[in-house]
């Protein structure tokens, strides 16, 4: 495999949330350097948060393990336990099912990038601390429901 041209990786913006989370990720997007290099046993996402964006509705995972490296500017951890400043070379890690949700947040003036490597599942459960809000992912399909396992209809 030659080395990846990001000038050729597709940026992905948006979102796979329902309305209105969907709307809160402006400002948020992604190259999928994982995808682009064939990867199929783990993810490799690059981040990039404008400022005042976010990265995701703060969430934890059940089956899977994220890690994440600030590679760009700052942002801010948001874990259960608070905030953490972290800048270029920091990193964290979050195995899977241990229930603290965690998201980015670029309250600088300057655009911030982290690399997000994760591992694939066949199924996945992702649960939302902040609001009422469990995504599964099965089969590339992904579907909500709140967290009393009732199908998503809209924010309640």
Known sequence: ???LDLTKVPV???SIYPSPYAEMMAGRSSLRLGD??????????????QP???SSLRHWHLVEDEFVMVTQGECVLVQDAGETLMVAGDCVAFPA???DGHHFLNR???VAQFLVVGSKSKREVATYSD??????VEAGQASYAY???SPWEGPR
């Open 147 to 149: 967290k009393d396992g």
């Open 52 to 54: 005042g964006a976010l």
């Open 12 to 14: 992905k913006t948006g």
């Open 97 to 99: 099912n241990v229930p």
């Open 131 to 136: 609001v009422d809000l469990v995504l599964t």
């Open 1 to 3: 495999m030659p080395k």
């Open 108 to 110: 600088s003036g300057a």
């Open 36 to 49: 682009a290099g064939g990867l199929t046993q783990f993810g490799v996402n690059l981040v990039i948060l």
